[in-house]
């Protein structure tokens, strides 16, 4: 019946390549052949499995029945439907309609069994059928391929989920109206416009480095989403050059980023003989240059976090100098005073310092001179949390 050394090649080309373990695609065949079988010999109601031997090619074909109490069925009399039939419809008061190709009564189960349980399924062999029509053989194969998506399905989730939260690699398959869809080979990845940073362009057959944040199961396969312009991008970026990151000895607290122009790290030491600016940064900015490089020049500061939130702040808002800092805790806000010769540096080009250092340290941040005019002012936004 089967071609045995055409299925084995079959099944070992489709674990390889594609990620599905051997015993869904040989669960795929059962329930075709079940449902071939069914198609063409079965009756109403009938529950019908298959076991299939993939060493010897021996198909076995069962059928099952439920076990029910007869105080608890209905039997099926001239008024009752087909469809109830087929289903066994359970009505309001919790009895089924019997259909004895679908049920077995609880005393004739204990003559099987002894120790037979309502509700349990009690299992016939029957005739196995060589022939199929090509009605039944036709829904024998939509079967298997349905069965083969779904366990592919399952393979992508659980490969992919086990790697959300890091950075992939993939080829631009192709750009639609300013979204990449990246090759990931077994999946298809999706970069969208406002996941990019601006200004940098990719064409078809590049090779492509991003962040992998969200896997979507749909009707249509698994996609992955990614992105370059997520603050984590810039932090899983790091964590690959600097190996005091990766290791935990070093840790980032917060990140505030505009993707493509400029970011602000704040990072701690759980070593007090560390210096997480300079672990960062690397000997002679090879690190941070590293990082620089791949977001296409995007600008880095990386300070030194600290609980003491007058500290923080002023280091948020370098390379500014700072004169004086006050703040109100209950408000978290901070009035922020700055020479004349500093206050370009303090507000950034566009307000862009004081934006970000409001945005790393979750603090309403006001710019003011030394004689108490308001320069610039920066609303808190939520803070990127520190790595897990």
Do not use: C
């Amino acid at each position: 019946m089967f071609d045995l050394k055409v299925i084995n090649s079959v099944l070992g080309e489709l674990e390889e390549v594609r990620g599905i373990p051997r015993a869904s695609i040989i669960e795929a065949i059962e329930a075709a052949l079940a449902t071939a079988y069914k198609k063409e010999y079965g009756k109403r109601g009938q529950i019908i499995r298959t076991s299939f031997d993939i060493n010897s090619g021996e198909t076995n074909f069962f059928q099952v029945k439920i076990v029910v109490d007869e105080s608890r069925v209905i039997f099926e009399d001239d008024e009752t439907s087909e469809s109830e039939v087929e289903n066994a419809v359970t009505t309001e008061d919790e009895r089924v309609i019997y259909n004895p190709e679908h049920h077995i009564l609880l005393e004739d189960a204990k003559k099987i069994k002894k120790d037979a349980q309502l509700d349990e399924e009690i299992v016939f062999p029957i005739e196995s059928k060589g022939e199929y029509g090509r009605i039944a053989a036709q829904t024998a194969k939509q079967v298997i391929m349905q069965k083969i998506r779904e366990a592919e399905k399952i393979s992508l989730v659980n490969e992919f989920g086990a790697r959300e939260g890091e950075i992939v690699n993939g080829t631009v398959q192709r750009v639609e109206r300013g979204n990449i869809f990246v090759d990931m080979n077994r999946a298809t990845g999706l970069l969208p416009y406002e996941e990019q940073i601006p200004g940098e362009r990719f064409t078809q057959g590049e090779r492509v480095r991003a962040f992998l944040y969200r896997v979507e199961e749909s009707p249509r396969g698994v996609f992955l989403r990614l992105s370059r312009s997520h603050p984590k991008f810039l932090e899983k970026l790091f964590e690959a050059e600097a190996p005091e990151l990766a290791s935990g000895a070093v840790i980032i607290k917060a990140i505030a980023r505009e993707a493509g122009y400029r970011s602000k790290i704040a990072a701690e030491a759980k070593d007090t003989h560390i210096d997480p600016v300079g672990a960062l940064v690397g000997q002679r900015g090879v690190r941070v240059s590293t990082v620089m490089s791949e977001l296409r020049g995007e600008k880095i500061d990386i300070i030194e976090w600290s609980a003491d939130q007058k500290k923080f702040i002023e280091e948020a808002l370098s390379p500014a100098k700072i004169l004086d800092i006050q703040t109100n805790e209950e408000e978290k806000s901070a009035v922020v005073m700055v020479a004349e010769d500093q206050q370009s540096l303090a507000i950034g080009k566009g307000g862009q310092n004081v934006r970000l250092a409001a945005k790393l340290t979750g603090w309403k941040i006001d710019i003011q001179s030394a004689k108490g005019e308001e320069l610039a002012t920066a609303e808190s936004e939520p803070v990127e949390p520190a790595q897990s």
